[in-house]
C-alpha cells in the first residue's frame, strides 16, 4: 500500500471532519470516488457518534433518505461489506420494526417512496410483514399502472384505421370524406343542401403486424426508480394486441421472467437489488428470444456501467442491430431528473444506431408507437 492510500484509508477513518489535514489523493475508480465513499460512511456512523438523530417511526422522510443510502452503499461497495453496513444502519435508524412488525406497515400510506425503502429490504422481513408488503406493492402498483396505461394504450393504438368503420360515434372518429360521398345520393337540390341519412366514423384501432418486444432490467441498486416503472409499463405492453412481451432482469446472472411479465407485484418481489452488471451477458440471452429480428425491438434499462467486457457488449449490439431489430437504452434518473450513466459507451450505443437516454413512461409509449406503426 503507498502513501497515497494510506492517507485515503486514514482520512476515511477519520472522516470529513479532518478534509483541513488530510486531503483524498486520486480517485477510487471511474465510477466511484474517494468522496462517494466518505459521504456513505459518514452518515452512517455519525448517528453513532449522537450527530443526528434517525428514526423511522412514521417518518416518510427519513424512509426515502435510508432508502436512497442503502442505494448508494450497494453502487460502492462489494457484497459483504453491504451486508455489515445493512445491518449496523437497521440498528442505528431503528428500523427493525419495519421488518417484523405487521401493524407499523399497515399504518403506513402506500407510495412510491415507501415502495422503494420495501424493495431494499423485502429480503429481511418475516412472512407475516412480508404478506402486507405485497399488499403495498400491489396498491402502489396499481395506482401506477391506472396513471399510465391510458397514455400507453393512446400512443400505441391511438392511430385512426381508415379501413375499418367504427361502432364508437365521435366526433374525433368521424370519417368526412366517407360521409360525404355516400350521401351525395342524397343531396337536395330545391335546399341545396346535403342530406346526411348515415353518417361513418372511422376505427381508432390500427391494424399491426405483432412485434415482440424484449425488455432487459438492471436490477443493480442504482437503477431502483427505473425498475419500478420498468416492470410496470412491462405488465401493460404484456397486455396490448400488438406487442408479444417477454422480461429478463439482470445483474451479473440472468433471470427470464416472460412468465411473470402480466404482473408487475411478481416481477418486483423477484428482483433483488444490488450486484454487479454484465449488460452483455443479459443480451446474448435476449438474442435467444429473438425468432423474426425485423420485427423485434429490444429495451434495455440500464445506466451503462458494464461490469463485464465493453468490447463484447458493442460486439453482441452490433449483431442485433445488423440483425434488422431495433434497440432502446433507457438509461437512469438521478434525484434531479437527469440522466446519470456511462455516458462514454452511451455515445458509442447512439452512434451505432441504438436510441440512447431517459424517456418518462409516455414518452417510451410514443417511442414504440412509432416503431411497431
Request: net charge neutral.
Amino acid at each position: 500500500m503507498n502513501d497515497n492510500e494510506n492517507l485515503n484509508k486514514w482520512r476515511l477513518i477519520l472522516g470529513k471532519n479532518s478534509e483541513n489535514h488530510i486531503s483524498f489523493h486520486g480517485g477510487y475508480s471511474d465510477s466511484v470516488s474517494y468522496y462517494d465513499i466518505e459521504k456513505a460512511l459518514d452518515y452512517l456512523y455519525s448517528h453513532e457518534h449522537g450527530d443526528k438523530v434517525m428514526r423511522t417511526g412514521g417518518s416518510e422522510a427519513s424512509q426515502l433518505y435510508i432508502a436512497d443510502w442503502i442505494t448508494e452503499v450497494r453502487r460502492i461497495f462489494p457484497k459483504k461489506t453491504v451486508e455489515v453496513l445493512e445491518k449496523q444502519a437497521l440498528e442505528n435508524f431503528n428500523m427493525t420494526e419495519l421488518l417484523t412488525d405487521k401493524e407499523v406497515l399497515q399504518k403506513m400510506e402506500p407510495n412510491t417512496e415507501l415502495l422503494k425503502t420495501i424493495l431494499q429490504f423485502k429480503h429481511l422481513m418475516k412472512s407475516d410483514v412480508l404478506s402486507e408488503a405485497r399488499r403495498i406493492i400491489k396498491k402502489v402498483v396499481d395506482e401506477l399502472t391506472k396513471k399510465l396505461t391510458t397514455e400507453v394504450q393512446r400512443s400505441l393504438l391511438g392511430k385512426l384505421d381508415r379501413s375499418m368503420p367504427s361502432n364508437v360515434k365521435s366526433i374525433r372518429n368521424l370519417d368526412v370524406r366517407k360521409t360525404i360521398r355516400l350521401n351525395l345520393k342524397n343531396y337536395d337540390a330545391e335546399q341545396e343542401r346535403l342530406v346526411l341519412k348515415k353518417v361513418y366514423f372511422n376505427s381508432r384501432t390500427k391494424r399491426f403486424a405483432k412485434k415482440r418486444i424484449i425488455i432487459a432490467i438492471d436490477e443493480s441498486g442504482s437503477m431502483m426508480e427505473s425498475v419500478i416503472y420498468s416492470a410496470v409499463m412491462a405488465g401493460i405492453f404484456a397486455k396490448l394486441p400488438m406487442l408479444d412481451t417477454k422480461l429478463v432482469i439482470f445483474d451479473t446472472n440472468v433471470v427470464d421472467l416472460s412468465g411473470y411479465v402480466d404482473d408487475p407485484v411478481e416481477v418486483l418481489l423477484g428482483m433483488q437489488l444490488g450486484g454487479g452488471t454484465n449488460i452483455g451477458g443479459a443480451l446474448r440471452y435476449c438474442e435467444s428470444l429473438c425468432s423474426n429480428p425485423y420485427n423485434t425491438i429490444y429495451v434495455t434499462v440500464t445506466d451503462l456501467y458494464e461490469g463485464g467486457n465493453i468490447g463484447s457488449l458493442l460486439k453482441t449490439c452490433s449483431d442485433i442491430m445488423s440483425s434488422g431489430s431495433k434497440m432502446i437504452f433507457l438509461t437512469a434518473l438521478d434525484k434531479d431528473a437527469n440522466p446519470a450513466y456511462d455516458k462514454s459507451i452511451g455515445q458509442r450505443l447512439a452512434d451505432m444506431g441504438a436510441f440512447v437516454g431517459a424517456m418518462t413512461p409516455e414518452q417510451l409509449g410514443d417511442y414504440v408507437g412509432k416503431l411497431i406503426k
